[in-house]
């Protein structure tokens, strides 16, 4: 779909991460059915060619968790595992582009010092549409994360927009690809284990045609369907949980140098958190922090 100006969610997605992409890269995973779509929506975005599109197709959705590990074992191996990723989602509309740009520098700050880093989003209305993060102390240009929740009812989002230290979970992450694998292999063994798996056996692909690997369907099927907020940051039986609990959501990580920076788009991310008339606490595993930010995201 196109908005007024002609340009599609898509689109302006992929123009965004190339004005941050200090790597020269844009790595996306989608489904192998939307190949040829994005390249011709990478194509428009970035006319002169200067950032290499790369892809990962997978046969079928598994939600973000394992498409975000398979991105980190390219990133760590193309630029090394302090290399930082940024995760953006393909159907985000941020209409001041200088803004994200300044708070993804500042989330970087935050990595440096191994958080997890998530960009909140300042809420103007009690929305049920969203999941939230309370935000805790300051740290840096940061906060730390005292909980997630779930998309709550209207009565509860009231209570969380008076607060004032509540603010909406955009789905966005930044991290050393290096440290969300090691989170992972903590956290979250059984989503490691077979996204693992299926990188090991799309390495022959790789030597002929590193721009464009596909995932096997049979290697794919073994893996586990889960949000990357649910595998680093909710209890779940198969994940002890971190004696860390004090932090929160998206990682940003990176070395000093800027050509580590690779973001990656996500282009099958969905919603990160099931809908839900109540609010539940999402139990924190891995050091993370919060960034909140007034940018516009539709």
């Not at 191996?77 to 509309?93: E, F, I, P, R, S």
């Not at 700050?109 to 300051?138: C, K, S």
């Not at 930044?174 to 979250?188: I, M, N, P, T």
């Not at 994940?239 to 990580?253: V, Y």
């Amino acid at each position: 779909m196109k908005l007024a100006d002609g340009e599609s969610l898509l689109m302006k997605t992929y123009a965004r991460a190339c004005r941050l992409a200090s790597a020269g890269e844009v790595l996306t995973v989608t489904n192998r059915d939307y190949y040829f779509m994005c390249g011709d929506e990478f194509a428009k975005a970035d006319p002169e060619g200067h950032h290499q599109a790369s892809f990962i197709l997978e046969p079928f959705g598994r939600n973000t968790a394992p498409a975000i590990a398979l991105a980190a074992m390219h990133v760590a191996q193309h630029y090394g595992t302090d290399a930082c990723m940024l995760v953006l989602a393909a159907d985000h509309l941020i209409q001041d582009p200088q803004v994200f740009a300044d708070a993804v520098a500042s989330a970087r700050h935050l990595a440096a010092n191994n958080y997890l880093v998530t960009f909140g989003i300042v809420p103007d209305a009690p929305d049920t549409g969203f999941g939230y993060i309370e935000a805790g102390e300051h740290i840096g240009c940061g906060h730390t994360v005292k909980r997630f929740v779930e998309k709550p009812d209207t009565e509860t989002a009231i209570t969380y927009l008076s607060a004032g230290n509540y603010f909406w979970n955009s789905g966005m992450f930044c991290f050393k690809a290096g440290h969300v694998l090691e989170e992972l292999s903590l956290h979250a063994p059984d989503v490691l284990h077979s996204a693992t798996q299926c990188w090991e056996a799309m390495q022959p692909q790789g030597r002929h045609n590193a721009r464009m690997m596909e995932i096997p369907s049979a290697h794919f099927e073994t893996v586990p369907g889960i949000s990357i907020d649910y595998a680093l940051w909710n209890d779940r039986p198969t994940s002890p949980l971190s004696p860390e609990r004090s932090a929160g959501a998206i990682s940003a990580h990176g070395r000093p140098s800027a050509s580590s920076f690779c973001p990656t788009s996500i282009t099958t991310a969905h919603s990160a958190m099931p809908s839900s008339s109540t609010a539940t606490t999402s139990l924190l595993k891995a050091k993370t922090a919060l960034l909140p930010q007034s940018v516009s995201i539709i």
